[in-house]
């Protein structure tokens, strides 16, 4: 995970960017109860950081910019000897949107700290736009690959071939997704998770006719023809997202499928809309048995256009 330190980012230093602290700090401890957890904070931010995060988490004096660890940190990989490496996929902003100075650094510094080999990705990106099945299929959006504004001049096939070089896979389904509407170009976390090979969960808007409502119906309509890598068809279970939450954002993400499946729990937000999380953590109990189902309050993190998921990146060991 990575610490927020930019009070710029959030309307400048006060209760806001306090309280965004406060949710992050209090989501690491939770998942610190099941799994190690290290949040890459710089040094002066350690005090806080300690107190907000509890004693199980550990702190590492990496210096970041903000949280969406999911997007900046490295993609940890398995080689064919076993060994474990980290992508480095130059996170640039999104495309140049925020500050990145040292959040363009962090999947470097992680892989240093780490003592993991760094592989160069080949490739501008980032972890939340990609989305795999663990049997060689790879799930993405078009709209924040295919963009002038991360690999210039690289057509989708190009892009194709060098993360199926850099990350092993064997088959890419690509979605439209939505260009310019969020700071992400559409990251596909938002929309579809794999639950296994062949099961997908898509967050559904039902009645959304806006362009980011064509773009989820146009990508149904793409997977319900698609085969993976194993030549399997892929089952849609959808979740509609929360409809009555607390916060007035225009950049809340609603969505349930931005989740972080741990080690024997699964991390999902309550959004206070009490059909619809109750629904959500039912069937995500469901489609994940053996695990946990922890729902937390995080509005927080969802208010600023991401997820639990997208504030946490997972090492294997």
């Known amino acids: 995970m990575a610490w927020p330190s930019t ?3 959030y309307g400048g230093s006060g209760a806001y960017f306090e309280s965004v602290q406060e949710t992050l700090g209090r989501l690491a401890a939770a998942i610190a ?3 190690p957890v290290t949040m890459a904070a710089a040094a002066d931010q350690h005090d806080l950081a300690a107190r907000l995060c509890g004693p199980r988490v550990e702190l590492v004096d990496i210096p970041t910019d903000d949280m969406w660890a999911r997007d900046s940190a490295p993609v940890f990989v398995r080689k064919a000897d076993g060994s474990v490496a980290a992508v480095d ?5 999104w495309g140049g949107k925020q500050v990145h100075a040292r959040d363009g650094q962090l999947a470097a510094r992680i892989a240093e700290q780490a003592r993991t080999e760094r ?4 490739l501008c ?3 939340g736009g990609l989305e795999y099945d663990g049997d060689g299929t790879l799930l993405l959006t078009e709209s924040c690959w295919v963009n002038d504004n991360r690999n210039p001049g690289l057509e989708r096939a190009q892009i194709e071939r060098r993360l199926k070089a850099v990350l092993g896979v064997e088959t890419v389904l690509w979605v439209p997704g939505v260009r310019g509407l969020d700071i992400t170009d559409g990251h596909i976390d938002g929309s579809f ?5 062949g099961i997908v969960i898509a967050s559904s808007y039902p009645g959304d006719t806006s362009e980011w409502g064509r773009a989820h119906e146009e990508a149904l309509a793409i997977l319900a023809k698609a085969r993976d890598a194993r030549g399997r068809p892929l089952e849609i279970v959808s979740i509609p997202a929360a409809t009555d939450v607390r916060s007035t954002s225009e950049d809340f993400l609603t969505s349930y499928a931005n989740y972080y499946v741990g080690n024997g729990a699964l991390y999902t937000p309550r959004f206070g809309d009490r059909k619809a999380d109750a629904r959500a953590a039912d069937v995500l109990g469901r489609l994940h048995p053996g695990r946990r189902i922890v729902e937390l309050e995080v509005d927080r993190i969802y208010e600023n256009g991401g997820g639990i998921h997208c504030v946490t990146q997972q090492q294997p060991e």
């Open 7 to 9: 009070p710029k980012l």
């Open 33 to 35: 109860e099941n799994e």
């Open 89 to 93: 996929f130059h996170f640039n902003g």
């Open 119 to 122: 592989l160069d990705a080949g």
């Open 125 to 127: 990106g980032e972890g």
């Open 193 to 197: 998770r794999f639950v296994a090979p």
